[in-house]
Structures are given as C-alpha cells and as structure tokens.
C-alpha cells in the first residue's frame, strides 16, 4: 500500500483543517487506517484510528471532540478533519495502514505515508 498524505498547513488556533491520505496497491478496505502525529522532540503519538469498514475508531484523549476520522472506500481515502485545533497540536501527520480490522498501536502499522505538516498559531 502506498500511502500519500496532504492538507496540512498554518492555521491560528480555534480554526480547522482537513487531511487527507490518498492510498494506493493493495486493497485499501482489508487495512484498518490510523493517522499519527511527531512533533520535534517528541515520539510519533497516534491521533485517531478507523477500521476497515469505517464502522469504528478510536481517538487519541488529547484530540476527542475536536477531531474526526473518516474513510471512503469507494475513493481510496482515509481523512482527518480537525477543529478547534490549539497550538499544541502542531507536529507533522502521518497517514498509517495495518493489516486488520482495526489497530491501536504503533507496531501494527506497516505502511506510512510521507507526513504533512500542521502548524497552528497562537
């Protein structure tokens, strides 16, 4: 799977944004889909997980409320809308596919797109 990220960019605090991740190869509906986040310093920390039928997902504690994962199978994308977005939330997003119904951790994703950055101004 070959996975591309993008929609990343500079927003001051309390706007929004959405990522996108485009996925090509394999099957995109056989892999549960996660997007992560690294900013400096920092390790990469999940954000938000969907499975591969987009019937569940999971969010980050720091993110719930504010941000949504989605998927179109039809289309082969997986998407990130992101509101309220505070400056903490700045980092490079990486869009993340595993083998799955739906994964949690890091280790279980095996193909990583290249990231996009999100700045978020105070």
């Known amino acids: 799977v070959q996975l591309q990220a993008s929609g990343g960019g500079l927003v001051q605090a309390g706007g929004s944004l959405r990522l996108s991740c485009a996925a090509s190869g394999r099957t995109f509906s056989g892999y549960a889909m996660g997007w992560f986040r690294q900013s400096p310093g920092k390790e990469r920390e999940i954000v938000a997980t969907?499975?591969?039928?987009?019937?569940?997902?999971y969010y980050a504690d720091s993110v719930k409320g504010r941000f949504t994962i989605s998927r179109d199978n039809t289309k082969n994308m997986v998407y990130l809308q992101m509101n309220s977005l505070k400056p903490e939330d700045t980092a490079v997003y990486y869009c993340?596919?595993?083998?799955?119904?739906?994964?949690?951790?890091?280790?279980?994703?095996?193909?990583w797109g290249q990231g996009t950055l999100v700045t978020v101004s105070s």
């Open positions: 993340a596919a595993a083998r799955g119904e739906i994964a949690y951790y890091f280790q279980d994703y095996e193909y």
């Open positions: 969907i499975s591969w039928s987009g019937g569940r997902s």
